[in-house]
């Protein structure tokens, strides 16, 4: 079975995709228009990510295999500069990474991580995942994702890219 048939079969296997608001102190953040922080939601992420701001970030230099024990295929990572500034401890409300992902040499969809509220739980975080309009992920402390990222090294993150 390839990736988008998994993710669509996740996705029908009741895995919760609705937007859920990440609260005021991100929306503010975001409200700001700063490419640092991608929005939440899948119309505004869909077109922030279309738009490129991430690739100001720090981004691996190319897409490689899934690293033990990813779920996501080949797959290339950018970090923000919150996430890349951050050395220890719970990541800053802010800190947010982007994941190509590939099929063949092309981009098919995109992860995306956001640190929305301080505490070290998964609610903590919003989840993203998509293939072109097939969203998988989107919401905050989406189980499908929280339950593979809680056993990242550091708060829900498997790849820090510098």
Known sequence: MNRLAVALFLASCGSDTGSQDPGDG???????GDPELPPTGHPALKAWLADGHYLAW????????ARPPGAHGTNRICSNAA???SATGTYPVG???VKELYRGTEISGYAVGLKVSTGTDANSWYWYEAFGDSVVADRIGQSLCAGCHEDAPRDYVFTHVR
């Open 83 to 85: 996430l890349t500034a």
């Open 26 to 32: 991100v929306d503010a953040m975001v409200a700001t």
């Open 95 to 97: 800190a947010a990474s």
């Open 58 to 65: 720090a981004c691996e230099d190319a897409p490689h295999p």
